[in-house]
């Protein structure tokens, strides 16, 4: 495997279920992201691990809930989602340094909520 | 609120022309500059990156960038079919942040 790797690659779930999205980074990486990607919206930043530290938009719900048990995995769990919910959920991974920061994406993951 | 602005497009052009797409961003401060290119159903891959005002050449591909006015442009010449694709510009801004915001991306047609 190389590169950054998502799984799955499309999740169709009901709003009462729980699901989990995964990433993997192969890359040596030591900074993950969560990215949203919605139809004419700007690619909008859910959360960061980076160097330990998490760094998260305030305007993302606790529906959605993210874990990173190291640096090279990160989940976004997610419960009671709703229909707004449905989008492209892109992972990338950097080598975070400040100004040059060069993400790598995902194939990402087509979210369907129903 | 810190902003990175694009026109969606679509913007069309005939092969061989030469394509412009144009970002502007609202902190005068910012350091960095990226343009990804997403093909449709793909994910974002980097073209281009410039840090300094002027212009930076690869390939088929120039980036612009000026500070003063808070744009950054990317020029492709010799368009081709296989530049059609939704084209994203990131900045980093100030404040010794890593964090690209991006802008929603405007969509290139190149058409035979």
């Known amino acids: 495997e190389t590169g950054v790797t998502q799984t799955p690659r499309h999740l169709v779930m009901g709003m009462t279920n729980k699901k989990s999205l995964k990433c993997e980074q192969h890359l040596g990486h030591n900074a993950m992201y969560w990215y949203k990607q919605s139809a004419k919206k700007p690619l909008e930043l859910m959360f960061v691990y980076s160097l330990e530290e998490r760094v998260e938009n305030n305007s993302v719900p606790s529906r959605f809930s993210p874990e990173c048990p190291n640096s090279s995995h990160l989940f976004l769990h997610l419960h009671t989602l709703q229909p707004e919910d449905s989008a492209l959920y892109l992972c990338a991974s950097s080598q975070a340094q400040a100004g040059a920061n060069v993400l790598t994406f995902g194939a990402g993951s087509r979210l369907t909520v129903l | 609120q810190k902003e990175v602005e694009q026109n969606s497009g679509p913007l069309s052009v005939p092969e061989g022309a030469i394509a412009s797409l144009n970002c502007t961003y609202s902190?005068?401060?910012?350091?960095?500059f990226f343009w990804y290119r997403q093909y449709s159903g793909k994910s974002p891959e980097l073209i281009m990156s410039i840090y300094s005002n002027g212009d930076k050449e690869d390939g088929r591909f120039t980036a612009q960038l000026n500070k003063a006015s808070q744009y950054v442009s990317l020029l492709i010449r010799d368009s081709q079919p296989s530049d059609s694709a939704t084209y994203l510009c990131?900045?980093?801004?100030?404040?010794?942040?890593?964090?690209?915001?991006f802008g929603r991306g405007t969509s290139l047609i190149v058409h035979p």
């Open positions: 902190d005068r401060g910012s350091q960095s």
């Open positions: 990131a900045v980093i801004q100030s404040g010794g942040s890593y964090i690209p915001t």
